[in-house]
């Protein structure tokens, strides 16, 4: 095993630490006097993503984040951060909601994946997954994506359409688990450390690939700190992308994933 690639898996580590913070630590410290909604309006309500409205820097934001929760009662109640199609139709609900109030949407993205359960087969994951994709590219007020931990698959994606795409240093982001990877490739998921390599799903990897737009640093900094310089930032790109006319936004989020995977 080559040091780059004990590098990048290293990072696959770090980003699924069970002491990482996840979506509901950086709601519950940047936004204020938030409120959470329940409910798909269909079925149920998902515990494995918050959602609500709030106030950064006394302006009306709606944020949504994964969360997988920190005790074992907690994570199981949560499915440990894997959204069920309930917790994406929520999301789109009251993205749809932010569109129509003119309000910034915020997600914070870290999840495994999409929950893999037959019931949530069932219940409609791929479509409810499709829709998110399709209707986030055209809503009508800014979006901003931070990944704070595990960015994968699908289930992870399904928050990532937006006009700015955040990661967090020690953050990754990835259609398939390298794990997930190596079984398909090799036959052998030990290789998931070679797959980590190969999938280039480091936030340094995708900057340089522009398929994000700012990494945030961690270092030795507190969760505080990260926390502080994250907020900072989406207080800035909301302002700088809320002046903008609504067709150029659009025109520029549809560009931004256009562009993404073409060479030259």
Not at 104 to 115: E, H
Not at 162 to 167: R, W
Not at 209 to 231: A, Q, T
């Amino acid at each position: 095993m080559n040091t780059k690639s004990e590098g990048a898996y290293q990072k696959v580590v770090t980003a699924r630490g069970g002491h990482r913070p996840m979506g509901g630590y950086y709601i519950n410290r940047m936004i204020d006097n938030f409120i959470e909604f329940h409910g798909d309006r269909r079925f149920g309500d998902d515990a494995a993503i918050i959602g609500g409205i709030g106030f950064l820097r006394n302006k009306p934001v709606t944020v949504i984040g994964m969360e997988r929760g920190d005790t074992m009662e907690e994570r199981m109640r949560r499915n440990f951060g894997c959204p069920t199609p309930e917790g994406y139709r929520k999301a789109l609900r009251l993205m749809k909601e932010a569109e129509k109030f003119k309000r910034p949407i915020i997600c914070f993205i870290g999840s495994s994946g999409a929950y893999c359960g037959i019931d949530a087969e069932k219940r409609g994951q791929g479509e409810a997954i499709a829709e998110n994709l399709y209707e986030m590219m055209g809503l009508k007020t800014p979006i901003i994506s931070v990944i704070v931990g595990e960015g994968g698959s699908g289930g992870a994606l399904a928050l990532g359409v937006c006009d700015t795409a955040v990661m967090l240093e020690n953050s990754v982001y990835s259609v398939i688990s390298p794990e997930g990877c190596a079984s398909i490739l090799w036959k052998d998921s030990s290789k998931a450390p070679e797959a980590a390599e190969a999938l280039h799903l480091t936030a340094q990897d995708l900057y340089r690939f522009k398929v994000i737009d700012k990494i945030i640093e961690e270092g030795s900094k507190s969760n505080e700190e990260i926390c502080s310089d994250l907020k900072s930032f989406i207080i800035e790109e909301i302002e700088n992308k809320s002046k903008l006319p609504t067709d150029d936004l659009l025109k520029l989020r549809y560009k931004k994933f256009r562009k993404i995977g073409v060479c030259g």
